[in-house]
């Protein structure tokens, strides 16, 4: 950092790293490190003065993008049901969340976005950049008043509507869908 903003830094924060700066760098790996460190001079907020300890951690965190997984904004919004298709990503952050999950889908956004965030770094990013894979979601209880179908099933469905279109006729199935 003195090497970058200069004796003003140095004046300021003194030669030697502070012990929270030699905490920090002891938990990061070099390639968090350096993705913080590009972060810190593609920012125009540090420009002129380099971030706290606690930002600089934040920069050096992997994002969505970074694992290949959909941004926080495109993961909330299939969370909250806003999207049509649901990334597994999204479905175990919220399978990990437990009963936080329900305030994310019923809250307002102040509230439910942050929360999810938060759950979604967690469980899905993090769980990512250490090595881990996402499983494929099983439902854990299939209701046993609605199971799972079978293509034996929908053949059979297609058929009783052919079978009710023949009967009631075209006519009849559109009048009903002006309703």
Known sequence: MAEIYGGRFTNEMGSVPSDEWIALFSRLNS??????YERMKTNDTYADWPPTVIRFEHLCK???EDMGLPSADDAYQMATGNHPHKHKAVAWTLQNMGAACWKVKHS??????PLFAKAYQEHAVDW???GNTIPQIKRDNPSKFRPEKTQRDRDAHRGFMREM??????????????V
């Open 31 to 36: 390639t968090e490190v350096a993705r913080g």
């Open 62 to 64: 992997p994002t969505a």
């Open 108 to 113: 307002v956004e102040k509230t439910s976005r």
């Open 128 to 130: 990512l950049a250490d």
């Open 165 to 178: 279109q023949s009967i009631f006729g075209l006519n009849a199935q559109k009048s009903y869908t002006n």
